[in-house]
């Protein structure tokens, strides 16, 4: 056991270098902190305009907005949205560029496992996803502190978190594909569809109904994610994202397993 964790924390470490060495990298954490920017001013500026607006009109007539409510909870609805197009380039070169470097047969041959290398990987990019998460972090603790009403603690801590899930689900889908082809271009642009259609699969849930509709229902990474977002703690969710995880990691063992077998 001791061997195998040396193992994931020698590929992570290599793996999270390999991003803060990497300028794509930062041009795409720059990219995600200018739109997150752009996003939560833009839901911040219009949920204070639409709380003075019925303020005006109705007065004492209507409950109060909850505006940090609001606007926590539609910023990370948002960004869990804009992170399907951000992830599957971060995924895109887990196995792809090993590939055309022509270094997979070597790691796929090496004494270390299929498992601690998925596992090092993925660790590796979610944390990195994690580092670039923190400055938004930031601001929104900045912006919402100035709230009369303060939101519960569990909320935005149940959200962010949904939200690292969500990333952690997707990046191992995207390694997975990543690992079947040299082309990272490829790599994200079936990531990217695989992950539309699991974000929006409870849209033909209700469609079918019944036990069909459920079962679509619960393969949509839409609804878990929601859940957490509204601060409900519901551990079919929380069962659901550690099981895509896990498969993503297997099917990526699996793959590399295959190509192992293709080349001996």
């Given at each position: 056991?001791?061997?195998?964790?040396?193992?994931?924390?020698?590929?992570?470490?290599?793996?999270?270098?390999?991003?803060?060495?990497?300028?794509?990298?930062?041009?795409?954490?720059?990219?995600?902190?200018?739109?997150?920017?752009?996003?939560?001013?833009?839901?911040?500026?219009?949920?204070?305009?639409?709380?003075?607006?019925?303020?005006?009109?109705?007065?004492?007539?209507?409950?109060?907005?909850?505006?940090?409510?609001?606007?926590?909870?539609?910023?990370?609805?948002?960004?869990?949205?804009?992170?399907?197009?951000?992830?599957?380039?971060?995924?895109?070169?887990?196995?792809?560029?090993?590939?055309?470097?022509?270094?997979?047969?070597?790691?796929?041959?090496?004494?270390?496992?299929?498992?601690?290398?998925?596992?090092?990987?993925?660790?590796?990019?979610?944390?990195?996803?994690?580092?670039?998460?923190?400055?938004?972090?930031?601001?929104?603790?900045?912006?919402?502190?100035?709230?009369?009403?303060?939101?519960?603690?569990?909320?935005?801590?149940?959200g962010h978190l949904g939200l690292?899930?969500?990333?952690?689900?997707?990046?191992?889908?995207?390694?997975?594909?990543?690992?079947?082809?040299?082309?990272?271009?490829?790599?994200?642009?079936?990531?990217?569809?695989?992950?539309?259609?699991?974000?929006?699969?409870?849209?033909?849930?209700?469609?079918?109904?019944?036990?069909?509709?459920?079962?679509?229902?619960?393969?949509?990474?839409?609804?878990?994610?929601?859940?957490?977002?509204?601060?409900?703690?519901?551990?079919?969710?929380?069962?659901?994202?550690?099981?895509?995880?896990?498969?993503?990691?297997?099917?990526?063992?699996?793959?590399?397993?295959?190509?192992?077998?293709?080349?001996?």
């Amino acid at each position: 056991m001791r061997i195998i964790l040396a193992n994931i924390m020698a590929i992570y470490r290599k793996e999270l270098l390999s991003y803060f060495a990497s300028p794509l990298a930062y041009s795409i954490a720059a990219v995600f902190w200018f739109v997150a920017g752009c996003f939560f001013m833009t839901i911040l500026l219009g949920e204070i305009n639409q709380a003075a607006i019925v303020d005006q009109q109705y007065g004492a007539t209507v409950p109060p907005f909850d505006v940090p409510y609001r606007v926590l909870q539609g910023f990370l609805n948002v960004m869990g949205s804009f992170s399907l197009f951000i992830l599957p380039m971060l995924s895109m070169g887990l196995y792809a560029e090993e590939r055309k470097r022509g270094t997979l047969e070597l790691l796929a041959t090496s004494p270390i496992t299929n498992w601690a290398v998925a596992v090092g990987k993925l660790l590796g990019v979610v944390t990195f996803f994690t580092a670039i998460l923190t400055p938004v972090l930031g601001y929104e603790a900045i912006a919402l502190s100035a709230a009369d009403s303060p939101v519960p603690f569990v909320v935005p801590l149940l959200g962010h978190l949904g939200l690292i899930l969500v990333a952690a689900s997707v990046l191992s889908l995207g390694m997975f594909i990543s690992s079947l082809t040299d082309s990272t271009v490829v790599a994200a642009i079936f990531t990217f569809v695989a992950v539309l259609l699991l974000w929006t699969i409870d849209l033909f849930g209700q469609m079918f109904g019944g036990v069909v509709g459920a079962v679509f229902g619960y393969l949509s990474l839409l609804k878990h994610y929601s859940n957490l977002v509204q601060g409900v703690l519901d551990t079919s969710s929380l069962v659901f994202f550690a099981s895509f995880i896990v498969l993503g990691i297997f099917l990526t063992a699996q793959s590399i397993d295959a190509f192992r077998f293709q080349r001996s």
